[in-house]
């Protein structure tokens, strides 16, 4: 029997990426038909690596440059799969719709040469057209596999603030959006297929939801529609033990409560976008991650129900490339009022910070965005000594069993022996402990925690060597070796 609740499910860049892999999303959503009867709503990203583009086009409109890549190149990719995809005849009336948002696409850019600006505005007008784009051709090629599809321009469905760049949805007006665009299409038995990461504000102005918000768009219509299941299609086989680029030997995590994914998330798990978590858990709708190359494994389901494993750590996580400020009080103990004022100045430069970790002399605080930090250290300086360091990392383990077992707390900092460690922080909700270093020891310093945790349990001897994955290829540390370089 089929659930008359829909089902979810959200394509990323890597399954999009070309008609090979648009085929599989097609077999995919087939067998999800198959399998229950009920609603499916598609979200997809753009084909893989186009927003990068988009914003490069952006970014040399701007500055009068030559950029790497052509919106002809960009026309060529779409034309090519949907030309594999589509028969004839169909594929007519979308090269039509397709090539209207792209002659908007080179409009926009025209104009951003002409003004040598791109307002954000502008910037999610470009943007867009990834996801526009993808949507449409995604749309029809499930119509010539045989199912019956309908394209909505997200535009229609999805009501957010003019935030540009970062927009927030507005969930009643989204609600309101989404009954009257999208809910008549799936009462007639049709699949909806729409891009994710776009929306509008009121007035029908195209918005964005920030880097990576597909996997957000998907959750927003699952809570608008009281879906059954979420589902995050992508290029992994789910929530990883840790991030694969940078521990090859990082396991599925089979189980993950709503908390625990959304730490992971937000500390930096780049397979959940981190705001997905939140409409889920308002109504409780489960969220999986699945690997659309191979769909037949099980993947990550995240639930409400904390899983009753035992296991001490859920995952690591980390976040790259950050800033440490430490903010000494010029006087000698913190003043009452200290932080307050510290705080107002990180707020007024709509500057957020990740870390936190007080004396009774300073206060040390992370950011991953430092364009405001000129401006906040002069403003410090007032009343403050302020050192700051960059790159630097936070690495953070996660699980709901922190909470319970303290002793778990204290295995973590014990299995970091070596890195210097430079902030150590628990969270309120004790769901996670997490630590700054230098960038440097990053991976040296995660392979030796899940190593710690995920590897049997074994922990490495100072001496051993770690392989662990950089941008510039497979390395190896000697673990512990850190400690006189760094102190
Ligand atoms: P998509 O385009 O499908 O949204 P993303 O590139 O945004 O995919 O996210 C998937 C990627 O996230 C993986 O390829 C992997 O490199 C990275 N990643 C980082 N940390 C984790 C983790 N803990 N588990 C799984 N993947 C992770
Ligand atoms: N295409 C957008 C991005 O690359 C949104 C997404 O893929 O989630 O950020
Ligand atoms: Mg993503």
Redesign the pocket.
Known sequence: MGDARPLVMK?????VADAGAIARVADIVTRARSESAGPVVVVV?AM?GLTDRLLALAAAAELRTVPHVTVDALWDRHVEALRTLVPAGPAVALERDLAAHFSDLRALLESAAILRHASPGALDAIASTGELASSRIVAAALEAAGLPAAWVDARTAIVTDAQHTAASPLHEPTRGAVAATITPVLADGRIVVLGGFVGATAAGVTTTLGR?G??YSAAILGSALDAREIQ?????D????????VVST?RVVPHLSFGEASE?AYF??????PATILPAIAQGIPVR?LNSRRPSAPGTLITARPPDDPRPLA?V?SKRHITMVEITSSRMLMTYGFLRRVFEIFERHRTSVDVVTTSEVSVSVTVDDDSGLAGICEALREFADVNVEREMAILSAVGDNLRADPRIAGRVIGALEGFAVRMVSQAASRRNVTIVLRDGDLPGAMCQLHAAFFEGGRSLEVGERVMFVTEAGVRDQEVGVRRQETE
């Open positions: 394509f990323g860049g890597t399954s990203s893989g990576g597909s996997d995050i299609w992508t290029d992994v789910g929530m990883l033990t840790a991030d694969p680029r990082a992971l930096g798990a780049k397979v959940l976008h991650i995952a996580a």
